[in-house]
């Protein structure tokens, strides 16, 4: 079951009913089974690479021997809060090197054959959930910045 169709049959706010950039924008507004269900489908997508601790792999900020860097963590150590809601949301739908382009190679594969928007959307929920308020909110304001200048 996806989770959009979770919200429906429970009356929870559907996350992929408003644009992108406004509905990762807060945690604040999620509730708290949101959150569960994010951290639920991280720990089936994205914890075997990112950990379930959200820490990535070690040394993650050097190469590996294939050129590539090794999954950042998604917590407040990492640089996860550095980007935007569409450039995350973006990153997990099809892949980083699909949206950095230019010939970069990365081992982060696209999921959007395998979650569904509204799963997307509620795993950077629980993402952002477990950030300090000071990246959350500087996350969300560069998120607003980027949504009114496109």
Known sequence: MTVAH??????????SSE?????????AAVSAEVIEQGR????DQCASCHGADLKGQ????????????????????????????DVLFRIVKDGTATVVGGG?????PGFGAVMSDAEI??????????W????????????AREATDQ
């Open 58 to 85: 070690p040394d993650w900020k050097t190469p590996l021997p294939s050129g590539r860097l090794p999954a950042p963590p998604h917590d407040a150590s990492g640089h996860t809060w550095h980007h935007a809601d």
């Open 132 to 143: 300090p308020e000071r990246e959350r909110r500087y996350q969300a304001e560069m998120s």
């Open 104 to 108: 970069y190679e990365s081992d982060m």
């Open 121 to 130: 959307e509620v795993v950077l929920h629980y993402i952002k959930s477990t």
């Open 19 to 27: 644009p992108r950039q406004v509905r990762t924008a807060s945690t």
């Open 6 to 15: 979770k919200c429906r049959q429970e009356g929870l706010p559907n996350p």
């Open 40 to 43: 639920k489908i991280y720990a």
